[in-house]
């Protein structure tokens, strides 16, 4: 009987820490992004972005809070399917409860046509938490204030 127990008991810890293991961050997050570039890099010297984070954090699966990026990247290409490298960067994620930032390793910025671009980068979580967290979205260069829309996971 307690052989019957020990071995329950091991199988859900096994069960537990993968689920746990399977998370790319540590808390959990999950969620869109949409918000404005503030300031252009030619003019900043980094890429400097603002806006919404509404998704998963942690356990809350309905959290909003404030994101914001500032990144240095290569020029930007103006021939569709042409990349150009995000090298370096900073970013914070921020509601009321809580507050996470870190790094961003490196990305990749791609000309997709009509002004716009698919945006992709590593963030490094190292504060708030730990792991990696991987923003995928659309740049578009069209209107007067340029806005940007994706997923960070």
């Not at 998963?56 to 490298?85: F, R, W, Y």
């Not at 945006?119 to 995928?136: I, K, R």
Request: charged content about 10%; glycine content about 16%; overall charge neutral.
């Amino acid at each position: 009987m307690k052989r019957g127990i020990c071995v329950v008991v091991l199988g859900v810890v096994f069960l537990l820490g993968a689920s746990v293991a399977q998370a790319a961050s540590v808390p959990a997050i999950d969620g869109q992004v949409a918000g404005i570039e503030l300031c252009p890099q030619f003019i900043c010297g980094a890429a400097i972005f603002a806006g919404g984070f509404q998704g998963k954090i942690g356990i809350n699966p309905n959290a909003s809070a404030v994101m914001v990026a500032a990144l240095k990247h290569g020029d930007l290409p103006t021939e569709i399917g042409q990349s150009t490298p995000i090298y370096t960067g900073v970013w914070e994620l921020r509601n009321l409860f809580r507050r996470f930032s870190g790094a961003v390793l490196g990305g990749e910025i791609v000309y997709i046509g009509q002004n716009r671009f698919h945006v992709t980068a590593t963030l490094l979580l190292t504060s708030g938490g730990g792991g990696v967290l991987h923003l995928d979205g659309i740049l578009d260069h069209n209107p007067l204030i340029p806005t940007f829309g994706g997923t960070l996971q």
